[in-house]
């Protein structure tokens, strides 16, 4: 979807927060900066549930990052797109009550 949206210019803003267990299982940083070059309205940011001693980056959950970010957000709600195992597309319905949440729910293979 992010990479749809620097294919077309798109001009809305747009933030990805992106989650993980450990630091290990982060992916695709250098492709999300690449697409953060093409489209200045672009932000991401990774988090993880169980941080190792290096981790400097936020702790927690997408959900949790949503939160954080809705409670400093002022203007209409926005649309949101959730994809990820069916507690974190939850969470993230329960963290944006008046917000329109299109989702993706998958389970790991």
Known sequence: MARQMA???DPQP???FLGANTP??????DELK???AELP????EFCVR???PTWTGPVGTPADLLAAALAEHT???PDLYACGPPPMVDAVR???PDCQVFHERFLAT
Do not use: C, M
């Open 50 to 52: 169980e941080p190792d």
């Open 41 to 44: 309205a672009f932000r991401h």
């Open 34 to 36: 690449a697409v953060a």
């Open 14 to 16: 747009a933030r990805l």
């Open 94 to 96: 329960r963290a944006a």
């Open 7 to 9: 294919e077309w210019q």
């Open 24 to 29: 290990e299982e982060l992916f695709g940083e």
């Open 75 to 77: 203007g209409p709600a």
